[in-house]
Every structure is written in structure tokens, then in C-alpha cells.
């Protein structure tokens, strides 16, 4: 049974602290403010931190066809965050973007040794994640994949991009939710008549979307941590 504040707010173990989120535009909120992170933190009275950048990459020096320039790397966010400190809980997100725009993926490091890491996909994430392991492990750091339908199921970020990222996150032991295995795909390549009630695109969650298939399974990552 869930007890409520005269605010109509959960009291929870959530309640007062503060979630960091970094990410693309699904983390960031292109399609409502704030994204995930904002409904979790109004849902649980929690403090919201959203460093994320809608199109950004987890891989550095990334072109962004749209704008020009390069795309923000989600990797060099983290690392250069003067937010963190303040954080309780962090979220991650990101790999759609690199596997849309064909970034170089990398390879996973044997070691630990930051010497190895570059500028490609798993290189950046791996880097990110030894950052946050030697300078902020107080933290509870967690990850977050989308919902499913923006790729085909032959495509690159089924093949190679997802498990890649995947294999990081093991080896670094940072836990994550998937939230394509708990939602009906939602994209382009999904139900289309969800795509049109819990999506402004094919690809970005409404607000509908957010609370009723990403809201809860990472709140529930969250307490677990």
C-alpha cells in the first residue's frame, strides 16, 4: 500500500533526493519536458537535475548533418559536469543516435586501464563510467534503454550497438532497465496507433508516454539500487 503527503506525493524512499539524467532526446524530454526524469521526480518528490542534449551521441566528434558541427557526446557531459555533486541518483542514456548516424562503435577494453579508451561509442562510455566509478562512487548510477520499434530488428543497433553497450554496462556493473522489454514497441517499427497515442513522432514519448511505460520501471530500478 503507497502512503501520500498532503501534497498528493508517494512517501518514499525517493522522496528529497536528487536524479541527474544525461542522455539524447529521449531522456532529455523532446517530446515533454523534462522526459522520464521529470515524471519521476514529480511522481516522488524528488529534486530533477536533466543534463541531457537532444541528438546527442555517447561517441565524441560525431557530424550532426542537421545543424553542422558535431554532435554533444554524452560521455564528455558527464565527465565535465559540475552537477553531479549534487546528485543522489544518476541515469544514463544513449547509443540510439550513435547507431542512427553509423558512429564507429569500438570494442570493448580487456582491462581497466583508461589509456585504452577513445572517442568511439564504447570507448566514450567506458571512459564516462570509470569517471563516475573513481570520482563519484557514493553515487547509484543506472542506465536506461528505449522502447522498442525505432530500429527494424536487422538493423546495426540490434546486431551490434545494444549488445555492445550492453557488455560495457555488465563489466562495469552498472544495472539498467530496458524499457523494450516491458512496453510494446512504440516506433516507427512498432503499433503504429501506439506510436500515434504515446508518441508527438513515431520516436519521442508524449507525456502519456513516459508515465505509462518508462515512469515506473525505472522508479522501480531506482529503489532497488
Not at 566514450?124 to 569517471?131: G, P, Q, R
Request: aromatic fraction near 10%; hydrophobic fraction near 35%; glycine fraction near 12%.
Amino acid at each position: 500500500m503507497e502512503i501520500y503527503d498532503i501534497n498528493g506525493q508517494i512517501i518514499d524512499p525517493l522522496a528529497g533526493k536528487t536524479l541527474y539524467v544525461a542522455g539524447d532526446s529521449i531522456a532529455y524530454g523532446k517530446g515533454s519536458a523534462g522526459g522520464y526524469g521529470k515524471c519521476i521526480a514529480d511522481r516522488y518528490g524528488m529534486q530533477l537535475i536533466n543534463e541531457a542534449v537532444d541528438g546527442a551521441t555517447l561517441a565524441t566528434l560525431v557530424p550532426d548533418n542537421v545543424n553542422g558541427g558535431y554532435r554533444t557526446s554524452i560521455g564528455m557531459t558527464v565527465k565535465s559536469s559540475t552537477e553531479l555533486e549534487k546528485a543522489d541518483y544518476i541515469l544514463l542514456e544513449g547509443g540510439v543516435n550513435d547507431a542512427w548516424n553509423n558512429a564507429k562503435l569500438g570494442a570493448l577494453n580487456g582491462s581497466f586501464d583508461p589509456a585504452f579508451y577513445s572517442g568511439d561509442t564504447i570507448g566514450t562510455l567506458e571512459a564516462m563510467l570509470d569517471d563516475l566509478a573513481k570520482k563519484h562512487s557514493d553515487k547509484r548510477v543506472a542506465y536506461v534503454f528505449p522502447h522498442g520499434g525505432l530500429f527494424a530488428s536487422s538493423e546495426n543497433w540490434y546486431k551490434t550497438y545494444k549488445p555492445a553497450i550492453l557488455a560495457a554496462l555488465k563489466k562495469w556493473g552498472v544495472p539498467y532497465v530496458d524499457i523494450e522489454e516491458c512496453a510494446p514497441p512504440m516506433g516507427a517499427h512498432g503499433v503504429s496507433e501506439l506510436s500515434d497515442k504515446y508518441t508527438i513522432d513515431g520516436t519521442h514519448p508524449n507525456k502519456a508516454g513516459y508515465e505509462r511505460f518508462y515512469m515506473e520501471p525505472i522508479a522501480a530500478l531506482l529503489k532497488r539500487l
